[in-house]
């Protein structure tokens, strides 16, 4: 039952984790390498992350600076920022490539808090469906004998509390992530 509730629990666990990292590739108008993860270049025909192919620095608060190991790679890493979702036009120099963050509208910034409250319910509804799933595998506990009605009873409260923990964990994530957003 222990084990149950640990598994449930690393599962929680995982999915705010994996909420951060979604929130660290919203672009919040200041410049941040984590933007161009889910960017994909055709390096010699495999699809090679910016950041396994260049290194990847912040200049100033909203610029930031692509310097490739490969200078032949700087028309394909410009080419894939280019068409990615991105929304800024890179500048190359022949030698780096830098993109500058403009500063965001109040619209922007409302459609991007949008987005952040639609990945926080998604989380929710993940730890949600993992309570759900480890309800039943308690209930099935219990179907199957050698486990109490009141161990049960006490496995779903615990569960219940993970939940509400892990919610609490979300918020305060995408509360975060809200107030940089808004942030002038």
Known sequence: MKELLKKAEEKMQKTADRLEHEYTTIRAGRANPAVLDKIMVDYYGVPTQ???MAAVSVAEARILVISPWDASSLKAIEKA???SDLGINPT???KVIRIAFPQLTEERRKEIVK???KLREEAKVAVRNIR???MDKLKALKKEGGVSEDEIKDGE???QVSVDKFCKVIDEIAAAKEKEIMEI
């Open 115 to 117: 987005d952040v409250h």
């Open 81 to 83: 920022i280019q068409t």
């Open 50 to 52: 910016i950041n396994q």
């Open 132 to 134: 759900r799933d480890y």
């Open 92 to 94: 190359n120099d022949g």
């Open 157 to 159: 409260k615990k569960l």
